[in-house]
């Protein structure tokens, strides 16, 4: 009988464990499955193994326990009704959590699968997102360039506008020093006709003088 009250202690605890652990293993699988969940970031995919691996190892040993229970049913002598009772209740408990396990495990791995496959897809669209990003930054930095270089063709243009306005103005101000100054020639031509005219007049009176002079001579070396 203290084989049966321990084998019976040791199922109770482990079944209560297992259930506990199997709780936990469908809430994940239910958080997995919920749109927006990224499981690497959120340590889903750990958390899953790692509560299999409990679930699994807690499954092995309510076998066993449940195998040796087994063995005291086969002695009918030796246990109460309520003894194959409760031994029986055990092994149909094994055999629902066994069901539940597996389709828990089943739901767990499609759950994983489709965000896994939601998540290939949300980082290819950041990836596209991205890259299109990229291309619009880059687009961007192409345009400022052109607008920057049109800035600075304009600001030459300007800048070659006002040196001709410049060069337009000084242009006009000799203009008009010149039409000045032919304004002036015709009295510089006169004074110049005067001189030469003076000239003349002067050489012709030195003219005369040197030969009334020739003429005085000659007559006093002639007399």
Partial sequence: MSNYDQLHRQCRTLENLFDSKLTSYSQLAASISRPGQDIESSGSTERWKDLEVELDDLAAKLEEINEQLAVLASTPDLMSASMLRAIQRHRELHQDNMREL??????????LDQANLLSGVRNDIDAYKSSAADSLLAERGRIDSSHRMTDDILQQAYETRSEFSR????????????????????????????????????SIIMGVLIGICAIILLTYIWH
């Fill in 167 to 202: 060069q337009r103005t000084s242009l006009a101000g000799i203009n008009n020093r010149m039409v000045q100054v032919l304004g002036t020639m015709p009295g510089i031509n006169s004074l110049v006709s005067m001189i030469k005219s003076r000239r003349r007049r002067d």
């Fill in 102 to 111: 597996k389709r828990t495990k089943t739901n767990t791995k499609h759950a």
